[in-house]
Every structure is written in C-alpha cells, then in structure tokens.
C-alpha cells in the first residue's frame, strides 16, 4: 500500500522530467535539421541571345501592290455617216491589230459622187478665173486709150473685184473638193495604234453615224500600274531607279519584270493618307520575249527602290524600344543602353545612326525586368565553353587511349 501511494506520488514528477527530456530532443532536432539538409545557394546568371551588330551603306525598299490599268483605251466611231460594207475578219475581240490596220469600210458610192461633183465646180470656178483674166486684159488696154485727162477709179476699170470673187470662188472649189477627197478616204476606219480589241458593236450592213462607237480598243505597247507607298518613303524614293514587279502565285518565285516610275499624284489617297505612284510598264504582251506576260486588272506586287542611305545600322523592329534606344551587351557581358537615331523604318528593318562601342553586339531578344550594368551571360559564350571543354575532353579520351596503346606495345615486346 506504502509502494503504491509512494509510486502515485512520484508519477507528476516524472511525468514533467519526461516531457523535459523531449522537449530538450525536439528542440536539438529542429535545430540540426535546417543545417543538415539547407543547400548551399549560388547566384545564377541570366543567359540571353545576342546578335552583332552590322553597319554600311544600305539602300532601302518598300513593297506595295495594285491593278492594272489600260494606258491609253479608246472607243473608235467612224469619221463620216453610212452604211457597214466589210469588217476586217481579225478585228474580232482579242485581236491584236497595228497601227494603220483597217477595222471597217462603209460603203464609197455617195462619196465618189460627191467628190465628182466636187471636181466639176472647181473646173468650173477655173474657167470662170480664166475669163475674168481675159477681161481684166482688155481693161488694161482699154484704160491706155482713154489717157491720163480722164479721171477714173483704175480699179473697177481693171476689174479687180470681180478678179477677187473669182480667184475666192476657185479656192472655195478646191476646199470642197479635198473636203470630198478626205470623206471618201474617211469610208475606211483604220486603228489609231498598236492594240487589242476589247469589244466589236457593229455587223454587216449596220448603218453607222459619227456618235456610234464601232471598237473598243486598248493600247497594248505601254500598261499601267497605280500603287500606293506612305509619305515617308516618298520622301527617300529614287524615282530613277526601275521597280520590280512580280506575281509570285503565278509566276514563280524568282520571276519578275521592270516598271517605271511616270508621276506621283498631287493628293493623298482619301482613306490612308498615302501617295498614289504610276508606274508604267513596256511591251506588256511580251512579243519576241520570254517575259510574262502582263493583263489589265492583274494584281501585281512592285518594289520600290528609295535612295542609299550611307554608314547605317541595321535593327529589328523588336530591337527598338519605346524611348528610342536600344539594348546591347557591352564587352564586360553587362546590359547597357544606346540612345539611337531613325533614318528610315522600313516593314521589317529599321536603320538608324546611334554610338555603339566596341564589343556592343544587340539583345536579340525581349528584355524583361532588366537594368543597365546588369551582368548576364550569353549563348554564344555558353556554347562556344561546350565546344571547348568537348574538344578538352576528346583531346583526354585520345591521350588516354594513345597511352594504353603504348603500354600494350611495350607488353608484347616484353612478352616477346
């Protein structure tokens, strides 16, 4: 009985030693822990992608693109009335005729005997001339028999006006009669120029008048093309350089043909405040030449040439950043900004003229929370430390095996 209240009595007591003792254990544990496991930090280095920088004389460019006009495109209507004699059977639609070429003649009967009639009041107004001379003659004779006692007007006694109307009525003949001469050349509608035929309006028989239009034809020598390029590059366009036109779902990728730039026009385009150019292009058929050929309504791509702009640094769109500089890697592999001047933004190129050190070479990629001065690594460095350390590593692998080699050839000889 004594041992059990004496055990009870002592049971507190050693309950508290007991959670002393565990207490102190778990608190040495937490301790120890952190030390046993805590790894050891290293402070890493970003890696970037950079780019060298390229400096020189560039001369820039801009691709733009429009539709194919006609140069020059005519509706032909006969000179003179009447009726459809002949059409010419190549001046159908598509036909390509030359200049001089007849498309139609209209019937000559009416003309002929115009012009006829034409030929006979002449001859007539030639007689009436002749006689007229005949008497102005006797005038002058008549005139020397009265003497100088006799005051006179010389010119009614001479006849000269009716000299005049005479000599008027001869010319007034002789107009009428080329007037005639030209109507009935005027029968045969010839093409004004080198072209196709678009469309045909008449048949045979079909009576014409001066307001009917007989063709429609297109100058094929010269096409057209209208394209647009912005105000900035219109300010660097070297309108002496030729374009190069191309169609490249049609005709190939390395395919192309030259255009001229002609104008520019006076206005802005409406809708996007940009310079409209005329280029034209020559023999668009291509006749006795292995060209493409060109249509109208074609939709064409053009490069423009603009003028060299000298000792440039070429830069990415993505390089440029909104306060006008740039971000490179100096020498010392630490971040740093140039401050840079735009010559010319181009679509995909941008060049500037900005103070770049030696050994800058571009961050050729998005910065990111970065500073200047800060210290970074970049891949080309990383990759040429792999090649090297690879080539350390082969060198140790052939001396390895160059010394074991040796060691064989020495064995044999010893064995021998």
């Given at each position: 009985?004594?041992?059990?209240?004496?055990?009870?009595?002592?049971?507190?007591?050693?309950?508290?030693?007991?959670?002393?003792?565990?207490?102190?254990?778990?608190?040495?544990?937490?301790?120890?822990?952190?030390?046993?496991?805590?790894?050891?930090?290293?402070?890493?280095?970003?890696?970037?992608?950079?780019?060298?920088?390229?400096?020189?004389?560039?001369?820039?460019?801009?691709?733009?693109?429009?539709?194919?006009?006609?140069?020059?495109?005519?509706?032909?209507?006969?000179?003179?009335?009447?009726?459809?004699?002949?059409?010419?059977?190549?001046?159908?639609?598509?036909?390509?005729?030359?200049?001089?070429?007849?498309?139609?003649?209209?019937?000559?009967?009416?003309?002929?005997?115009?012009?006829?009639?034409?030929?006979?009041?002449?001859?007539?107004a030639q007689a009436n001339l002749e006689l007229e001379l005949a008497d102005q003659v006797l005038a002058q004779e008549e005139l020397k028999l009265?003497?100088?006692?006799?005051?006179?007007?010389?010119?009614?006694?001479?006849?000269?006006?009716?000299?005049?109307?005479?000599?008027?009525?001869?010319?007034?003949?002789?107009?009428?009669?080329?007037?005639?001469?030209?109507?009935?050349?005027?029968?045969?509608?010839?093409?004004?120029?080198?072209?196709?035929?678009?469309?045909?309006?008449?048949?045979?028989?079909?009576?014409?008048?001066?307001?009917?239009?007989?063709?429609?034809?297109?100058?094929?020598?010269?096409?057209?093309?209208?394209?647009?390029?912005?105000?900035?590059?219109?300010?660097?366009?070297?309108?002496?350089?030729?374009?190069?036109?191309?169609?490249?779902?049609?005709?190939?990728?390395?395919?192309?043909?030259?255009?001229?730039?002609?104008?520019?026009?006076?206005?802005?385009?409406?809708?996007?405040?940009?310079?409209?150019?005329?280029?034209?292009?020559?023999?668009?058929?291509?006749?006795?030449?292995?060209?493409?050929?060109?249509?109208?309504?074609?939709?064409?791509?053009?490069?423009?040439?603009?003028?060299?702009?000298?000792?440039?640094?070429?830069?990415?769109?993505?390089?440029?950043?909104?306060?006008?500089?740039?971000?490179?890697?100096?020498?010392?592999?630490?971040?740093?900004?140039?401050?840079?001047?735009?010559?010319?933004?181009?679509?995909?190129?941008?060049?500037?003229?900005?103070?770049?050190?030696?050994?800058?070479?571009?961050?050729?990629?998005?910065?990111?929370?970065?500073?200047?001065?800060?210290?970074?690594?970049?891949?080309?460095?990383?990759?040429?430390?792999?090649?090297?350390?690879?080539?350390?590593?082969?060198?140790?692998?052939?001396?390895?095996?160059?010394?074991?080699?040796?060691?064989?050839?020495?064995?044999?000889?010893?064995?021998?």
């Amino acid at each position: 009985m004594r041992n059990f209240f004496f055990s009870k009595k002592l049971l507190p007591l050693f309950i508290v030693i007991l959670g002393g003792v565990l207490g102190y254990l778990i608190l040495e544990a937490g301790e120890k822990k952190p030390n046993q496991f805590q790894k050891k930090k290293t402070k890493r280095v970003r890696v970037v992608q950079t780019i060298e920088l390229e400096r020189g004389s560039v001369i820039p460019s801009w691709e733009a693109s429009g539709f194919v006009i006609a140069a020059e495109s005519v509706d032909v209507s006969p000179r003179v009335a009447g009726n459809i004699e002949s059409i010419n059977p190549e001046a159908i639609p598509g036909g390509l005729l030359k200049k001089g070429q007849w498309l139609a003649s209209l019937e000559t009967i009416e003309y002929q005997l115009a012009l006829q009639s034409q030929q006979s009041q002449l001859a007539q107004a030639q007689a009436n001339l002749e006689l007229e001379l005949a008497d102005q003659v006797l005038a002058q004779e008549e005139l020397k028999l009265l003497g100088d006692h006799v005051v006179i007007e010389q010119s009614l006694v001479l006849r000269e006006p009716q000299l005049t109307v005479a000599k008027a009525r001869v010319s007034v003949a002789q107009n009428n009669l080329d007037k005639a001469k030209l109507d009935l050349d005027r029968t045969k509608v010839l093409m004004p120029f080198d072209g196709k035929i678009v469309s045909k309006n008449i048949g045979q028989g079909s009576k014409v008048s001066t307001n009917t239009t007989l063709f429609s034809i297109v100058n094929t020598n010269t096409y057209w093309l209208e394209v647009k390029i912005p105000h900035k590059f219109f300010n660097i366009l070297d309108a002496e350089q030729m374009a190069k036109v191309s169609q490249q779902r049609i005709w190939g990728d390395s395919v192309n043909r030259q255009a001229k730039v002609l104008s520019f026009s006076p206005e802005l385009d409406s809708n996007d405040r940009q310079v409209k150019i005329l280029l034209s292009i020559e023999n668009p058929l291509s006749e006795n030449s292995t060209l493409p050929s060109v249509f109208i309504n074609d939709f064409l791509n053009v490069e423009l040439m603009g003028k060299p702009i000298n000792n440039a640094w070429t830069i990415k769109y993505s390089w440029l950043q909104a306060d006008n500089t740039i971000w490179v890697v100096d020498k010392n592999n630490t971040l740093q900004k140039r401050p840079v001047k735009i010559l010319f933004k181009g679509r995909e190129l941008i060049y500037i003229d900005t103070d770049v050190e030696d050994g800058d070479r571009a961050l050729a990629e998005k910065p990111g929370i970065a500073s200047v001065g800060l210290k970074v690594n970049t891949r080309e460095d990383l990759a040429r430390s792999i090649e090297e350390e690879g080539d350390k590593s082969y060198q140790k692998i052939n001396q390895t095996r160059m010394t074991k080699a040796i060691k064989n050839q020495k064995g044999l000889k010893h064995e021998i």
